[in-house]
Nanobody
Framework: QVQVVESGGGLVQAGGSLRLSCTSS????????MAWFRQAPGQEREGVAH????????AYQDSVKGRFTISRDDAENTMTLEMNNLKPEDTAKYYC??????????????????WGQGTQVTVSS
């Protein structure tokens, strides 16, 4: 079973920062477009940020623009999500996802074939 692993979640106060990381021992990240999704209890999974296979294109959900930054380091086989100025509404389980290019709909879950188990982010007010 392909394993994709997220780390870096936790509890933080509003206005604080967290850095999420994603890695895999089985998949070469430079073969894939990548994204972060999140899902809060009772809500649908939503796309947060995307980075293209080449790393030249990024896309963000409107609510996180200017606060979150997605990046990839294919040499280290890692992807990160820097989250600043966190808000209580950012509370969710965050998932790393990999998709075979081309990915047309950057923040749609069906574009991605491989998923991690998620890491919890909780922002207190």
């Amino acid at each position: 079973q392909v394993q994709v692993v997220e780390s870096g979640g936790g509890l933080v106060q509003a206005g604080g920062s967290l850095r999420l990381s994603c890695t895999s021992s089985a998949l070469k990240f430079d073969d894939y477009a990548m994204a972060w999704f999140r899902q809060a209890p009772g809500q649908e999974r939503e796309g947060v940020a995307h980075v293209s296979w080449s790393g030249t294109v990024t896309a963000y959900q409107d609510s996180v623009k200017g606060r979150f930054t997605i990046s990839r380091d294919d040499a280290e086989n890692t992807m990160t999500l820097e989250m600043n100025n966190l808000k209580p509404e950012d509370t969710a389980k965050y998932y790393c996802a990999l998709g075979r290019p081309p990915v047309a709909n950057y923040l749609e879950p069906h574009e991605y074939q491989y998923w991690g188990q998620g890491t919890q982010v909780t922002v207190s007010s």
